[in-house]
């Protein structure tokens, strides 16, 4: 881990150095070939209804290169299943940030951690639990700063509620920010291992790889499953409680205070996510984005990966630092 560590000051350290030293306000100084995001301010104020508003289509995209081969961790050569480039966009309105996010992915991985039904007859199940999904990541800071505000999507345990969780990345330690809304909920039986603690109400018919908990209820015995039922046929790992968005209308938290909306094409194996916050949450383990002309972001994507800080990931990649200018 200490090696681990030195690698990431290291990127950090020359990252900074690359992108202007303490010049805050980024454009004037720095080398032409820094890439610049400029928010757009002119537009309607998106709804997050969809990743393909309207307004979208009036910003201009900026094409940020991922880097294959220098991701935060090191990766091994397979991290070309990582995409090139990031295609993006910036929208502030109404003192809220929107920034919108297009790539290219080998394929939607969201059923790796899932039980598979292996006998119909007395309802055992087998469990994969070896957990990995697509990740995004937002990172934020500016020069002086020693830490990312870090806002990460996941294809599988944030997206289907339409949120990012919120963390900070220093010294090669994600963080949680506070919070502790629990949105996703790991679908095991503590009393039986052969099953899962969750099915669908609508019993074999639902084969979808993501279950809300509103939709579920927990079967007591074989009889419960219902029919239709054939071997090889999956229940998923994971539920997702939605309860959490109405709790965070009353209790805001930190933690779950970035929205977003996305969407995935899977003939064109394009992913469009858009994702927002406040410039000022208010909250002490968020940056301030309202006081600031400008400020350094990185992205990050994971491939089917279920950690940031697997030393010798070969499935991501992560890009230098660009500036995104505020109004």
């Known amino acids: 881990m200490k ?40 537009v309607a104020e998106p709804t997050l209804s969809s990743p393909d508003e309207s307004m979208w289509s009036s910003v201009t995209a900026t094409t940020v290169s991922i880097n294959r081969t220098g991701a935060i961790y090191k990766p091994f050569p397979k991290a070309a299943l990582v995409p090139a480039s990031v295609a993006v966009k910036a929208i502030v309105k109404n003192s809220r940030l929107y920034m919108r996010f297009e790539w290219t992915d080998d394929s939607l991985h969201i059923w790796p951690d899932h039980w598979t039904l292996i006998n119909n007859n007395s309802f055992n199940f087998t469990r994969n639990d070896v957990f990995n999904e697509d990740h995004f990541f937002a990172m934020f800071t500016k020069p002086g700063q020693d830490w990312y505000d870090t806002w990460d999507w996941r294809v599988l345990t944030t997206a289907p509620a339409g949120l990012a969780e919120g963390y900070t990345f220093s010294s090669g330690t994600l963080t949680r920010d506070a919070g502790t809304q629990i949105l996703s909920i790991q679908n095991i039986n503590p009393f039986d291992p ?78 469009k996510l858009v994702m927002s916050r406040a410039l000022n949450s208010g909250f002490d383990d968020d940056m301030n984005m309202a006081i600031e002309d400008s400020v350094q972001v990185r992205l990050g994507i994971l491939d089917d990966r279920d950690d940031l800080t697997q030393y010798n990931s070969s499935q991501q990649g992560f890009s230098n630092s660009f500036w995104l200018i505020l109004p």
């Open 194 to 271: 052969n099953r899962p603690k969750w099915i669908h109400q609508d019993k074999s018919q639902f084969s979808e790889p993501i279950l809300y908990k509103s939709q579920t209820f927990e079967p007591q015995d074989i009889g419960d499953f219902g029919a239709g039922w054939v071997p090889q046929m999956k229940v998923a790992g994971w539920v997702i409680d939605l309860n959490v968005l109405e709790n965070l209308q009353q209790n805001p938290q930190s933690r779950w205070d970035i929205t977003t909306i996305s969407s995935y094409d899977a003939d064109s194996d394009v992913y």
């Open 3 to 42: 090696q681990v560590n030195l690698i990431i000051a290291l990127l950090i350290a020359v990252t900074w150095i690359s992108c202007g030293g303490s010049d805050s306000t980024g454009p004037d100084d720095d080398p032409p070939t820094i890439t610049r995001v400029v928010a757009n301010t002119s």
